[in-house]
Nanobody, 124 residues
Framework: QVQLVESGGGLVQAGGSLRLSCAAS????????MGWFRQAPGKEREFVSAISWSGSNTYYADSVKGRFTISRANAKNTVYLQMNSLKPEDTAVYYCARSRGTYYGQVRSDYDVWGQGTQVTVSS
């Protein structure tokens, strides 16, 4: 059974950077698109970014476009989220998710395996 484990969260000042990692178990990681979502207190979980199985296609929510970069290393079964120019409104628990297939969707139902989440806190 595939498991996803996020790491790299923490406390950072506004304008700072963090790099999240998501390590996947299993031998079919490279066959699936992957995504990042986030959930702030009292809010719905929202889409942040997604990447195709090959890494050649990426997609971002408007709120993070130009500041966040998603990438993947299939040889390491790992997907990354580089977050720059962080803002207090980026504070949330960030979740890594595996797509149901090769499509890199933007809604929760497009994904069927989720990590436990990593907390990102941006202070003003």
């Amino acid at each position: 059974q595939v498991q996803l484990v996020e790491s790299g969260g923490g406390l950072v000042q506004a304008g700072g950077s963090l790099r999240l990692s998501c390590a996947a178990s299993g031998r079919t990681f490279s066959s699936y698109a992957m995504g990042w979502f986030r959930q702030a207190p009292g809010k719905e979980r929202e889409f942040v970014s997604a990447i195709s199985w090959s890494g050649s296609n990426t997609y971002y929510a408007d709120s993070v476009k130009g500041r966040f970069t998603i990438s993947r290393a299939n040889a390491k079964n790992t997907v990354y989220l580089q977050m720059n120019s962080l803002k207090p409104e980026d504070t949330a628990v960030y979740y890594c998710a595996r797509s149901r297939g090769t499509y890199y969707g933007q809604v929760r139902s497009d994904y069927d395996v989720w990590g436990q989440g990593t907390q990102v806190t941006v202070s003003s």
